[in-house]
């Protein structure tokens, strides 16, 4: 059974730091590429950035690019998502996912499993 279990989220204030981890179980974790998306109140959920399967690929939205970094342990089977200068429209819960398919459509939400999530709230 494929678990993804997201930690780190909560309340920061804009301009400060957070890192959220992603802890995935019951898959070959270094097979898969990982993403992390995130999905505000009555947004869709949306791509935030994704990093390759040995982690040489990164690939970010254009409104996180420089202030967000995505890394990974494939020892620990650990993924990561560093918060730098969080802004209030960065407040959603955010997602951490599996993905085997295609590196052109790591962008979508086209991913094999997904974490339950975790909320990140930025006040002003």
């Known amino acids: 059974q494929v678990q993804l279990v997201e930690s780190g989220g909560g309340l920061v204030q804009a301009g400060g730091s957070l890192r959220l981890s992603c802890a995935a179980s019951g898959l070959t974790f270094s097979s898969y590429a990982m993403g992390w998306f995130r999905q505000a109140p009555g947004k869709e959920r949306e791509f935030v950035g994704a990093?390759?399967?040995?982690?040489?690929?990164?690939y970010y939205a254009d409104s996180v690019k420089g202030r967000f970094t995505i890394s990974r342990d494939n020892g620990k089977k650990t993924v990561y998502l560093q918060m730098n200068s969080p802004k209030p429209e960065d407040t959603a819960v955010y997602y951490c996912?599996?993905?085997?398919?295609?590196?052109?459509?790591?962008?979508?939400?086209?991913?094999?499993?997904w974490g339950q999530g975790t909320q990140v709230t930025v006040s002003s």
């Open positions: 990093i390759a399967r040995v982690g040489i690929g990164r």
């Open positions: 996912a599996a993905y085997s398919g295609a590196t052109q459509d790591m962008r979508s939400l086209k991913y094999d499993y």
